[in-house]
């Protein structure tokens, strides 16, 4: 799941950058605590969408080699909040591909911010209430210009309405065993379950409240949290969460089939995959709509083939690092 399996070296940023438009004003301050640094990260991301300089505000590539107009909009009929590490949202490299989620209606917190935590917090407990009061009903497709947290952040007054519907619903500051039908983490904690067996939950109770499992929406959570980071901080990013929400894994994803933007090492280097692919696979191994699933990993494939081409006009290519999706898992474009 996470982005950065280990740390990068500094020509990966000017390379990532293009040397233009924010890059510079929202490096990680690694001298503050969790809060600063969240916050920090937080207001250097709002100035750069305000002022992106030479880079997309969107794919954060050099506006020369932007991806997005090979990127239609698709649209997931589950809530999805992506949420992401201060180090790696300070830094807004062009390699990150959780970004590309917000295209999707993923909705962008950034951990540790105390606004954004609280909202999230918020946010679950709504959900697992309102599965267990509406049952099977899909939940509502997030409208467009949902992209991140802030709006709902903004106003204390919404926060606490948010706080009375979970309160009065769940009956707990906590959301207890929440079913699979309302939330999930995707993260592979130890504790979590292959996206398959999640999907057989759904299928489950879906039937159960009298369909037929035939429709998509209800195929997915309400909700999916999914972590942005390295290894190390997503760990601490899943501690934060509730505990009562379910965690999943992806079983089938490779980084042949998915490609990639950042060379990791290890054994298990080839079974890595960054966010993106692994929300992609996630959707898959849930049975989603085969026609959405092939359209987001043809826009993945799209994406990194624009990154490459940046990579290879900055001219500072020390060792390969971009991973191309081998012709089978490319065969979806």
């Known amino acids: 799941m996470g982005e950065a399996a280990a740390p990068e070296e500094e020509e990966d940023d000017i390379a990532e950058s293009g040397g233009g438009g ?13 809060a600063q640094r969240a916050r920090y990260a937080w207001e250097g991301y709002q100035a750069f969408l305000a002022d992106p300089g030479q880079r997309c505000r969107d794919c954060w590539l050099l ?4 991806a997005c107009t090979d990127l239609p909009a698709v649209r997931v009929p589950s809530r999805v ?29 950034c951990w540790g911010h105390e606004e954004h935590d609280q909202w999230l917090r918020d946010l679950l407990q709504e959900v697992v209430a309102q599965e267990g009061e509406q049952g099977g009903e899909a939940a509502a497709a997030p409208s467009a210009g949902s992209g991140s947290c802030s709006a709902s952040c903004s106003g204390g007054q919404q926060r606490q309405q948010r706080r009375a519907v979970a309160s009065g619903s769940a009956g707990s500051s906590g959301s207890g065993d929440a079913s699979a039908c309302s939330a999930v983490v995707l993260f592979p904690s130890a504790d979590a379950r292959p996206a398959g067996e999640i999907a057989a939950e759904i299928a ?32 601490k990013m899943n501690q934060s ?14 980084r042949g089939e998915y490609g990639g933007t950042r060379k990791y090492r290890g054994n298990d280097a080839a079974n890595r995959v960054q966010t ?37 006009w900055s001219g500072v290519i020390f060792e390969p690092r971009v991973t191309l999706p081998t ?3 490319a065969a979806s474009r």
């Open 22 to 34: 924010g890059g510079d004003r929202c490096l990680d301050h690694g001298g503050f605590n969790l």
């Open 63 to 66: 506006q020369a080699h932007c």
């Open 81 to 109: 909040v992506v949420l992401m590490h201060p180090a790696e949202l300070g830094r807004l490299r062009a390699s990150n591909t959780a970004k590309l989620l917000l295209r999707v209606g993923a909705e962008l917190c």
């Open 204 to 235: 489950a109770a879906r039937q159960s409240e009298g369909g037929d499992g035939s429709n998509a929406p209800a195929k997915l959570p309400r909700c999916i949290v999914v972590l942005d980071g390295g290894w190390k901080e997503t760990r």
């Open 241 to 254: 969460i509730d505990h009562g929400i379910p965690r999943c894994f992806v079983s089938n994803a490779t």
């Open 276 to 312: 993106a692919a692994a929300f992609i696979a996630l959707l898959k191994e849930l049975n989603d709509d085969l026609a959405r699933v092939a359209q987001l990993q043809a826009d993945l494939v799209s994406f990194t083939e624009a990154f490459e081409r940046q990579i290879r």
């Open 327 to 329: 012709a089978s898992g």
